[in-house]
């Protein structure tokens, strides 16, 4: 256990050192979410999210802004998405084409170290992939373009 400590220690002089993070995102990471409407007046977005942490927002319909919009978010939010992929083995995902009549659909698409996939969920069904899109909407800030203004009631 004494001997332990010395390398985790020269192990993050290194990293500092060299300027490399071993959690970096690979240079070729982005990752993008589309949520597609519905007959009905389901958000219809897409956000894609980048390497560097440029975030590209296209608002199409039902969502409080359409047209793109742009911001930036921090390398290490990238680099916990990237982390989360790896460690939920993203890359193995089933891929399936199942949607159902009057749902909205949920699209990942991902590439990252030369690998790319795309899933969708089409049945709005809970579990692994609705729970990273939820977390690519919060990692990407989309809550500001996305909800729509309040409407008070009137008489």
């Not at 942490?53 to 047209?67: L, N």
Request: proline residues 6%; glycine residues 8%; contains cysteine.
């Amino acid at each position: 256990m004494r001997g332990f400590a010395p390398a985790v220690a020269l192990l993050t002089a290194l990293t500092i050192e060299l300027g490399v993070s071993p959690a970096q995102a690979p240079d070729d990471f982005s990752i993008t979410l589309q949520r597609t409407g519905c007959l009905g007046s389901c958000p219809d977005y897409e956000v894609t999210i980048l390497r560097d942490g440029k975030v590209k927002y296209r608002g199409q319909a039902y969502v409080g802004i359409t047209g793109l919009r742009e911001r930036a978010i921090s390398e290490t939010a990238v680099q916990r998405l990237a982390r989360r992929l790896e460690a939920e083995r993203f890359f193995e995902w089933d891929e399936t084409d199942r949607v159902c009549l009057d749902l909205p659909e949920v699209h990942i698409t991902a590439n990252a170290g030369g690998r790319s996939k795309h899933v969708l969920e089409g049945c709005k069904q809970p579990g692994k992939i609705l729970a990273l899109a939820k977390e690519i909407d919060r990692a990407a800030g989309t809550q500001r373009w996305v909800k729509l203004p309040l409407v008070p009631n009137h008489p």
